[in-house]
């Protein structure tokens, strides 16, 4: 029910062609919503349903989140939303490297200081599987940006211990050409421990 885990279905059924998936009873609390209107924003294919049926015991409005495949375009994701998707950056900055034209994500420096430096390890890995990245220093302030690219190429990468990282990696490996290897995704354990098994029940 976590929108940040439903976050990496999203961004892949998002992009993987002739995709119709439905995220069951995801938690849609106001102040965690900006992964959806970001991703609404770069023209995703998202619809929410069943919001006024479904609550959490803690009464936390909750819902079902239809995706469907579409064609994503590049956007510019202003500071001020970046709190709201912090954690889903990572997996939104897989999807930019296969949208349409350029996207910039403003303010991003809080990601140096999550598990690991989520900044560097997302564009060391992205760059090794051909995605146009690049960090952009602007004083105190980072912003990233990406142009989107026709294909991802697979490549040897790393999670770096950490677990967004990894899932949003294993995304990038199914939406790229060839194999991908990541080296180590047992940290996947720490938010989302069934994510390999739940991934491939709706691939076959």
Same mark, same amino acid.
């Given at each position: ?38 991703? =609404? =924003? ?12 479904? =609550? ?5 409005? @909750? ?7 579409? #064609? ?14 912090? /954690? ?8 930019? &490297?296969?949208?349409?034209?350029? &996207?910039? %994500?403003?303010?991003?420096? !809080?990601?140096?200081?999550?598990? &690991? ?5 997302? !564009?060391?890995?992205?760059? #090794? @599987? ?5 960090? +952009? ?5 980072? /912003? ?7 294909? +991802?190429?697979?490549? =040897? ?16 490996? +199914?939406?790229?050409?060839?194999? &991908?290897?990541? /080296? ?10 069934? %994510? ?9």
């Amino acid at each position: 029910g976590d929108i940040s885990s439903a976050a990496f279905f999203m961004v892949m059924a998002s992009l993987l062609p002739k995709s119709n998936l439905c995220l069951k009873n995801v938690s849609l609390n106001p102040s965690r919503l900006g992964v959806l209107k970001v991703l =609404k =924003k770069m023209n995703a294919r998202i619809r929410v349903i069943n919001t006024e049926s479904c =609550k959490s015991a803690g009464g936390e409005p @909750m819902g079902d989140i239809i995706v469907s495949s579409s #064609r994503l375009k590049g956007v510019i994701v202003k500071s001020k939303e970046i709190p709201s998707l912090i /954690d889903e950056l990572p997996v939104l900055m897989v999807a930019a &490297t296969l949208a349409k034209g350029r &996207t910039v %994500f403003e303010g991003v420096q !809080e990601l140096r200081v999550k598990e &690991t430096d989520r900044i560097n390890s997302m !564009e060391r890995n992205l760059l #090794r @599987m051909g995605a146009d990245i690049k960090v +952009l220093n602007k004083g105190k302030r980072e /912003d990233i940006e990406i142009n989107g690219v026709n294909f +991802l190429y697979a490549a =040897k990468v790393k999670s770096f211990g950490d677990h967004r990282t990894a899932m949003s990696m294993v995304v990038a490996g +199914l939406l790229s050409r060839g194999r &991908t290897c990541i /080296d180590d995704v047992s940290c996947i354990n720490k938010s989302y421990p069934g %994510f390999l098994l739940d991934l491939k029940k709706i691939l076959h």
